[in-house]
Each structure stands twice: as structure tokens, then as C-alpha cells.
């Protein structure tokens, strides 16, 4: 059974605090993905990484692909209370369009 | 991207009913999910909806409990039945198209079994 470990499990910060949350598994994944979910709303998608070792930047949000498609981090700089949610990470497993999700980073950022 | 809709949007049920929850894609896709998202925590899959076939079920679901239908690539319903207080969870639908590394989600289904 796939697993997807995030941590840490809950994060509570300062406005303009950095922070990084880690998704760790012992299975290689075809592509990943973070979310984003409010309370009440669907998980939104932020960015899908394929390649090993790929980083992608959206705005203050970084993500990085292990070189082994194993892990990912997700770093947000000057983190701001409009970033508070939880976030998931989600695996795709290789041949298919399934997705394992993480166990799932609540973060509040206070002002 | 894609707009995906869920019907109801919640519901109160009493135990031993059955609920049938309703995902409508604004396009048409090739692969449709259902996930489970029980409070305050992460997702877990139910099942692959497949067109014009039975679901696909992951271990521990099963189609007794959770029968699927999909009659096309726009739409999917999803069925809980002889609910228990522990079937309470939001229920979600998601979509991803072939070729796509992007996966999109309903709002949910926000069940409530008393």
C-alpha cells in the first residue's frame, strides 16, 4: 500500500514567517501534486510536478520533486493569513490517473 | 480547467437510508473519481467511475456500499447506502483528463448520518 506522509501535521506562524511542509513516501510516483483546501470547498490544485528534481515557483509558494519522485516540499516565504488552509499533497500512481493523498498540513498563519 | 458541480451540497440522513449524490462536469473527461474525506482529515479513494462499466474499487470499499453509476463523460452518481453514523464525511468527486498531470474537484458533499 502507497503511503504519503506530510509533515508537520499542523503549523501555526506569524505573518511573514517562512515555512516548508514535506511529503515522504517509499514509492515512486509518476507526477505529484499540492492542494490546497478551505473549510467547506473542494481541494484546489496549486502546481503538479513530473520531473525529478523539477522546482516550480508560484509566487511566494515553491515546490520541489524529489530526484527519486519519491518526496516533495512545498516552501512558502513570508507566509500571509490568506495562506492558511490545509495542504495536500497527492501522488499519482505510475501507469495510472490515481492519486494517493498525503496525510494532510493544517496551517494557520496569524496576523 | 474544468467545473464541477455536486448534488446536494449536504445532507442529514438517518441510519439504514440511502443517499445518492449527483457530479456534473462542464466537459467531457476521461477519468472520474470518487474520494471519501472524513473530518479533519485527508482523502481516501473510493473508486475510478468508469463509463458504461462497473467502478473500479479500492481495497476496502465495495459496490454493495458504494455503487457508482457513470452514463457518460460528463456525469457520475455516487450512492451510500444502509448508512451508519460512520459513513458522516464530505463525499468529492474529481475529474482528470487524459495527457493531463491536473486532477479537479467538486465542491463535496458534506454527509451527516444521525
Known amino acids: 500500500t502507497q503511503l504519503l506522509e506530510q509533515s508537520p501535521q499542523f503549523l501555526s506562524i506569524q505573518e511573514g514567517e517562512n515555512l516548508t511542509v514535506y511529503c515522504n513516501s517509499s514509492s515512486v510516483f509518476s507526477s505529484l501534486q499540492w492542494y490546497r483546501q478551505e473549510p467547506g470547498e473542494g481541494p484546489v490544485l496549486l502546481v503538479t510536478?513530473?520531473?525529478?528534481?523539477e522546482v516550480k515557483k508560484l509566487k511566494r509558494l515553491t515546490f520541489q520533486f524529489g530526484d527519486a519522485r519519491k518526496d516533495s516540499s512545498l516552501h512558502i516565504t513570508a507566509a500571509q493569513p490568506g495562506d492558511t488552509g490545509l495542504y495536500l499533497c497527492a501522488g499519482a500512481t505510475p501507469g495510472t490517473y490515481k492519486y494517493i493523498f498525503g496525510t494532510g498540513t493544517r496551517l494557520k498563519v496569524l496576523a | 480547467s474544468a467545473v464541477i458541480s455536486q448534488k446536494p451540497s449536504r445532507d442529514i440522513c438517518q441510519r439504514g437510508t440511502s443517499l445518492t449524490i449527483q457530479c456534473q462536469v462542464d466537459?467531457?473527461?476521461?477519468?472520474m473519481f470518487w474520494y471519501r474525506q472524513q473530518p479533519g482529515q485527508s482523502l481516501t479513494l473510493i473508486a475510478t467511475?468508469?463509463?458504461?462499466?462497473?467502478?473500479?474499487?479500492e481495497s476496502g470499499f465495495v459496490i454493495d456500499k458504494f455503487p457508482i453509476s457513470r452514463p457518460n463523460l460528463t456525469f457520475s452518481t455516487l450512492t451510500v447506502s444502509n448508512m451508519s453514523p460512520e459513513d458522516s464525511s464530505i463525499y468529492l468527486c474529481?475529474?482528470?483528463?487524459?495527457?493531463?498531470?491536473?486532477?479537479?474537484f467538486g465542491p463535496g458533499t458534506r454527509l451527516t448520518v444521525t
Open positions: 466537459s467531457q473527461v476521461t477519468m
Open positions: 510536478v513530473v520531473t525529478g528534481g
Open positions: 467511475a468508469n463509463q458504461g462499466s462497473e467502478a473500479t474499487y
Open positions: 474529481s475529474v482528470v483528463t487524459a495527457g493531463a498531470h491536473e486532477q479537479y
